[in-house]
């Protein structure tokens, strides 16, 4: 499933349980992986967040107590917003920001 919010394109697999989010075409990115299968993905030769993926987003990562963590991880404003609103996938977007 793809969809967007904003200028973010969202996909989620649900086999995997793998979320990616993403804006802009295709490039090649560092790849940063941070705590409870959270990766960021920063454009190379600079500090800009272009993406995230999430491994075990509904059994893990959505169902965590607390994801404030998330806000030192250096997205920008509207992709942090909609990571800590946590949207569920299992059956299509329920709640997006």
């Known amino acids: 499933m793809i969809s967007s ?6 996909s989620y697999d649900s086999a995997k349980d793998f979320l990616e989010i993403w804006f802009g075409r295709d490039r090649d990115a560092r790849k940063i992986e941070h705590e409870e299968g959270l990766t960021v993905s920063k454009e190379l030769g600079s500090p800009r967040a272009i993406g995230i993926s999430i491994e075990d987003y509904e059994n893990n990562f959505r169902v965590l107590p607390d994801v404030s963590w998330v806000k030192g991880k250096g997205l920008p404003q509207d992709l942090l917003n909609l990571v800590l609103s946590r949207p569920s996938f299992n059956s299509g977007p329920k709640r997006l920001p």
């Not at 919010?5 to 969202?10: L, Y």
């Open 5 to 10: 919010v904003g200028r973010w394109q969202i």
